[in-house]
Protein backbone atom coordinates (compact mmCIF):
# COMPACT_ATOMS: atom_id res chain seq x y z
CA UNK A 1 0.00 0.00 0.00
CA UNK A 2 2.65 2.24 0.48
CA UNK A 3 4.45 1.51 -2.28
CA UNK A 4 1.36 2.47 -4.42
CA UNK A 5 1.15 5.60 -2.72
CA UNK A 6 4.71 6.40 -3.27
CA UNK A 7 4.14 5.40 -6.40
CA UNK A 8 1.21 7.49 -7.25
CA UNK A 9 2.71 10.52 -5.68
CA UNK A 10 5.81 10.43 -7.86
CA UNK A 11 3.67 10.03 -10.68
CA UNK A 12 1.70 12.68 -10.04
CA UNK A 13 4.97 14.85 -9.24
CA UNK A 14 6.78 13.66 -12.86
CA UNK A 15 2.99 14.65 -14.79
CA UNK A 16 3.51 17.93 -12.86
CA UNK A 17 7.29 18.76 -13.67
CA UNK A 18 6.25 17.61 -17.18
CA UNK A 19 2.63 20.05 -17.37
CA UNK A 20 5.41 23.02 -16.17
CA UNK A 21 8.23 22.55 -18.40
CA UNK A 22 5.90 21.60 -21.41
CA UNK A 23 3.80 24.92 -20.43
CA UNK A 24 7.24 26.60 -20.64
CA UNK A 25 8.50 24.76 -23.84
CA UNK A 26 5.09 26.32 -24.76
CA UNK A 27 5.03 29.69 -23.92
CA UNK A 28 8.95 30.21 -25.35
CA UNK A 29 7.07 28.60 -28.84
CA UNK A 30 4.39 31.32 -28.40
CA UNK A 31 6.68 34.12 -27.95
CA UNK A 32 8.92 33.20 -30.96
CA UNK A 33 6.48 33.26 -32.67
CA UNK A 34 4.22 36.36 -31.88
CA UNK A 35 7.25 38.13 -30.95
CA UNK A 36 9.51 40.32 -32.56
CA UNK A 37 12.70 39.68 -33.85
CA UNK A 38 15.59 42.70 -33.53
CA UNK A 39 19.55 42.08 -35.42
CA UNK A 40 21.83 44.49 -33.90
CA UNK A 41 25.41 44.77 -34.73
CA UNK A 42 28.35 45.09 -37.06
CA UNK A 43 29.42 43.97 -40.39
CA UNK A 44 29.41 39.64 -39.06
CA UNK A 45 25.59 40.86 -38.62
CA UNK A 46 24.47 43.39 -41.41
CA UNK A 47 26.20 40.80 -44.18
CA UNK A 48 29.10 42.46 -45.19
CA UNK A 49 30.72 40.03 -47.93
CA UNK A 50 27.28 38.26 -48.89
CA UNK A 51 26.73 40.48 -51.22
CA UNK A 52 22.59 41.34 -52.11
CA UNK A 53 22.81 44.61 -50.63
CA UNK A 54 19.64 46.30 -49.54
CA UNK A 55 20.11 49.92 -51.31
CA UNK A 56 18.23 51.56 -48.64
CA UNK A 57 20.92 50.23 -45.86
CA UNK A 58 23.19 52.64 -47.62
CA UNK A 59 26.86 52.03 -46.19
CA UNK A 60 25.52 49.78 -43.49
CA UNK A 61 25.20 47.47 -45.98
CA UNK A 62 22.32 45.03 -44.85
CA UNK A 63 22.44 42.05 -47.16
CA UNK A 64 19.69 39.58 -48.13
CA UNK A 65 21.98 37.25 -47.47
CA UNK A 66 23.08 37.75 -43.70
CA UNK A 67 21.82 35.86 -40.89
CA UNK A 68 19.28 37.26 -39.40
CA UNK A 69 17.48 38.17 -43.19
CA UNK A 70 17.45 34.63 -43.61
CA UNK A 71 16.60 33.39 -40.14
CA UNK A 72 13.27 35.81 -40.50
CA UNK A 73 12.33 34.70 -44.06
CA UNK A 74 12.32 30.86 -42.30
CA UNK A 75 10.40 31.89 -38.81
CA UNK A 76 7.99 34.84 -39.62
CA UNK A 77 8.42 36.53 -36.46
CA UNK A 78 5.63 39.30 -35.95
CA UNK A 79 8.01 42.29 -36.62
CA UNK A 80 11.76 42.06 -38.19
CA UNK A 81 13.95 45.04 -37.47
CA UNK A 82 17.75 45.13 -39.47
CA UNK A 83 19.83 47.63 -37.66
CA UNK A 84 22.86 45.85 -37.56
CA UNK A 85 25.90 48.33 -39.59
CA UNK A 86 29.06 47.97 -41.24
CA UNK A 87 31.76 49.27 -39.14
CA UNK A 88 29.79 49.26 -36.10
CA UNK A 89 31.70 49.33 -32.74
CA UNK A 90 29.87 49.15 -29.11
CA UNK A 91 29.06 53.12 -28.90
CA UNK A 92 27.59 53.08 -32.16
CA UNK A 93 25.25 50.37 -31.37
CA UNK A 94 24.51 52.10 -28.40
CA UNK A 95 23.77 55.60 -29.92
CA UNK A 96 21.86 54.53 -33.13
CA UNK A 97 20.60 50.67 -33.11
CA UNK A 98 18.18 49.70 -30.25
CA UNK A 99 15.29 52.26 -31.43
CA UNK A 100 13.25 49.23 -32.42
CA UNK A 101 13.69 47.08 -29.16
CA UNK A 102 10.63 46.66 -26.68
CA UNK A 103 8.91 44.73 -24.43
CA UNK A 104 7.03 42.37 -27.33
CA UNK A 105 10.60 41.93 -28.82
CA UNK A 106 11.33 38.12 -28.18
CA UNK A 107 14.24 37.41 -30.06
CA UNK A 108 17.45 40.12 -30.32
CA UNK A 109 20.66 38.73 -32.17
CA UNK A 110 24.26 40.75 -31.79
CA UNK A 111 27.75 40.85 -33.23
CA UNK A 112 29.57 43.68 -31.34
CA UNK A 113 33.49 44.10 -30.41
CA UNK A 114 35.81 43.44 -33.39
CA UNK A 115 35.56 47.12 -34.02
CA UNK A 116 36.25 48.50 -31.01
CA UNK A 117 39.43 46.24 -30.37
CA UNK A 118 40.88 47.47 -33.66
CA UNK A 119 40.27 44.16 -36.49
CA UNK A 120 40.27 45.87 -39.83
CA UNK A 121 43.53 47.81 -38.65
CA UNK A 122 45.15 44.44 -37.36
CA UNK A 123 44.42 42.80 -40.48
CA UNK A 124 45.97 45.37 -42.65
CA UNK A 125 48.80 45.75 -40.52
CA UNK A 126 49.26 42.01 -40.77
CA UNK A 127 48.89 41.65 -44.17
CA UNK A 128 51.15 44.24 -44.99
CA UNK A 129 54.06 44.49 -42.21
CA UNK A 130 56.54 42.05 -40.87
CA UNK A 131 55.60 39.49 -38.20
CA UNK A 132 56.86 40.97 -35.55
CA UNK A 133 55.04 44.08 -36.17
CA UNK A 134 51.72 42.24 -36.87
CA UNK A 135 52.06 40.32 -33.51
CA UNK A 136 52.61 43.64 -31.59
CA UNK A 137 49.62 45.18 -33.11
CA UNK A 138 47.35 41.76 -32.09
CA UNK A 139 49.26 42.34 -28.34
CA UNK A 140 47.62 45.68 -28.33
CA UNK A 141 44.12 44.36 -29.35
CA UNK A 142 44.51 41.68 -27.11
CA UNK A 143 45.12 43.58 -24.53
CA UNK A 144 42.21 46.29 -25.32
CA UNK A 145 39.71 43.18 -25.29
CA UNK A 146 41.19 42.58 -21.57
CA UNK A 147 41.02 46.08 -20.28
CA UNK A 148 37.97 48.15 -22.04
CA UNK A 149 36.13 45.71 -24.26
CA UNK A 150 34.24 44.00 -21.27
CA UNK A 151 32.99 47.17 -19.70
CA UNK A 152 31.92 48.52 -23.23
CA UNK A 153 29.96 44.89 -23.98
CA UNK A 154 28.55 45.69 -20.29
CA UNK A 155 26.74 48.91 -21.46
CA UNK A 156 25.62 47.42 -24.94
CA UNK A 157 23.82 44.25 -23.39
CA UNK A 158 22.90 46.09 -20.43
CA UNK A 159 20.98 49.08 -22.64
CA UNK A 160 19.41 46.05 -24.92
CA UNK A 161 17.95 44.03 -21.99
CA UNK A 162 16.30 47.23 -20.05
CA UNK A 163 14.70 48.16 -23.94
CA UNK A 164 13.85 44.35 -24.23
CA UNK A 165 12.98 42.79 -20.78
CA UNK A 166 11.10 39.84 -22.30
CA UNK A 167 13.65 38.55 -25.55
CA UNK A 168 15.60 36.47 -25.58
CA UNK A 169 19.55 37.63 -26.35
CA UNK A 170 21.69 35.52 -28.47
CA UNK A 171 25.49 36.99 -29.23
CA UNK A 172 27.01 35.67 -31.74
CA UNK A 173 31.06 35.04 -31.59
CA UNK A 174 33.73 35.49 -34.62
CA UNK A 175 35.13 32.57 -36.86
CA UNK A 176 39.00 31.55 -36.55
CA UNK A 177 40.55 32.62 -39.55
CA UNK A 178 42.61 30.29 -41.28
CA UNK A 179 42.67 26.62 -41.59
CA UNK A 180 46.99 25.90 -40.25
CA UNK A 181 49.39 23.20 -40.77
CA UNK A 182 48.72 23.48 -44.73
CA UNK A 183 50.54 24.67 -47.72
CA UNK A 184 48.81 28.28 -48.47
CA UNK A 185 49.56 31.71 -50.10
CA UNK A 186 49.66 34.56 -48.31
CA UNK A 187 50.09 35.22 -44.78
CA UNK A 188 52.99 33.46 -42.40
CA UNK A 189 52.07 30.30 -40.62
CA UNK A 190 53.16 32.43 -37.15
CA UNK A 191 50.33 34.98 -38.60
CA UNK A 192 47.60 33.04 -38.79
CA UNK A 193 48.10 31.23 -35.56
CA UNK A 194 48.40 34.45 -33.88
CA UNK A 195 45.32 36.01 -35.77
CA UNK A 196 43.35 32.67 -34.95
CA UNK A 197 44.63 32.69 -31.38
CA UNK A 198 43.16 36.77 -31.13
CA UNK A 199 39.74 35.59 -32.71
CA UNK A 200 39.83 32.66 -29.82
CA UNK A 201 40.51 35.53 -27.21
CA UNK A 202 37.53 37.96 -28.72
CA UNK A 203 35.64 34.98 -28.41
CA UNK A 204 36.19 34.29 -25.06
CA UNK A 205 35.99 37.55 -23.35
CA UNK A 206 32.53 37.68 -25.57
CA UNK A 207 31.35 35.04 -23.84
CA UNK A 208 32.29 35.46 -20.58
CA UNK A 209 30.22 39.09 -20.26
CA UNK A 210 27.23 37.90 -22.63
CA UNK A 211 26.77 35.09 -19.85
CA UNK A 212 26.96 37.19 -17.23
CA UNK A 213 24.31 38.76 -18.52
CA UNK A 214 21.91 35.88 -19.16
CA UNK A 215 22.59 36.28 -22.60
CA UNK A 216 23.01 32.99 -24.78
CA UNK A 217 26.57 32.73 -26.76
CA UNK A 218 26.20 31.04 -30.19
CA UNK A 219 30.03 30.09 -31.14
CA UNK A 220 30.72 30.22 -35.06
CA UNK A 221 34.15 28.45 -35.10
CA UNK A 222 32.67 25.14 -35.03
CA UNK A 223 30.39 25.55 -37.67
CA UNK A 224 33.27 27.23 -39.78
CA UNK A 225 35.74 24.12 -38.93
CA UNK A 226 36.81 23.23 -41.97
CA UNK A 227 35.89 26.22 -43.84
CA UNK A 228 38.49 28.53 -42.82
CA UNK A 229 40.79 30.44 -45.15
CA UNK A 230 43.93 28.10 -46.68
CA UNK A 231 40.89 25.20 -46.25
CA UNK A 232 40.29 24.87 -49.89
CA UNK A 233 36.39 25.66 -48.92
CA UNK A 234 36.49 29.02 -47.53
CA UNK A 235 33.32 30.37 -46.00
CA UNK A 236 35.60 33.62 -45.55
CA UNK A 237 36.82 36.66 -48.19
CA UNK A 238 40.94 36.67 -48.60
CA UNK A 239 42.50 39.90 -48.88
CA UNK A 240 40.43 41.48 -52.16
CA UNK A 241 42.14 44.52 -53.44
CA UNK A 242 39.17 45.18 -55.78
CA UNK A 243 36.03 45.47 -52.42
CA UNK A 244 38.64 45.72 -49.58
CA UNK A 245 35.65 46.43 -47.16
CA UNK A 246 34.60 42.57 -47.88
CA UNK A 247 38.49 41.02 -47.20
CA UNK A 248 38.13 39.18 -44.08
CA UNK A 249 34.47 38.91 -44.05
CA UNK A 250 32.02 35.63 -44.58
CA UNK A 251 30.78 34.75 -47.84
CA UNK A 252 27.21 33.98 -48.27
CA UNK A 253 27.78 30.72 -47.69
CA UNK A 254 29.56 31.58 -44.44
CA UNK A 255 26.32 33.48 -43.59
CA UNK A 256 24.17 30.51 -44.66
CA UNK A 257 26.08 27.51 -43.56
CA UNK A 258 28.19 29.21 -40.72
CA UNK A 259 26.30 31.57 -38.68
CA UNK A 260 22.40 30.77 -38.99
CA UNK A 261 22.64 27.61 -38.02
CA UNK A 262 24.15 28.71 -34.38
CA UNK A 263 21.74 31.38 -34.57
CA UNK A 264 18.60 28.90 -35.42
CA UNK A 265 19.95 26.43 -32.65
CA UNK A 266 20.15 29.08 -30.01
CA UNK A 267 17.47 31.05 -30.62
Known amino acids: MRRSRFTARFGAFLLAVGLAFGGATQARASASATGGYVALGDSYSSGVGSG ?14 AYPYLWNAAHAPASFAFTACSGATTDDVLAGQLAPLGSDTALVSISVGGNDAGFSDVMTTCVLQSDSTCLSRIATATAYVDSTLPGKLDSVYSAIRAKAPNARVVVLGYPRFYKLGTTCLGLSETKRSAINNAADHLDSAIAAVAGRHGFVFGDVRTTFTGHELCSGSAWLHSVDWLNIGESYHPTAAGQSGGYLPVLTNAA
Open 52 to 65: SYISSSGDCKRSTK
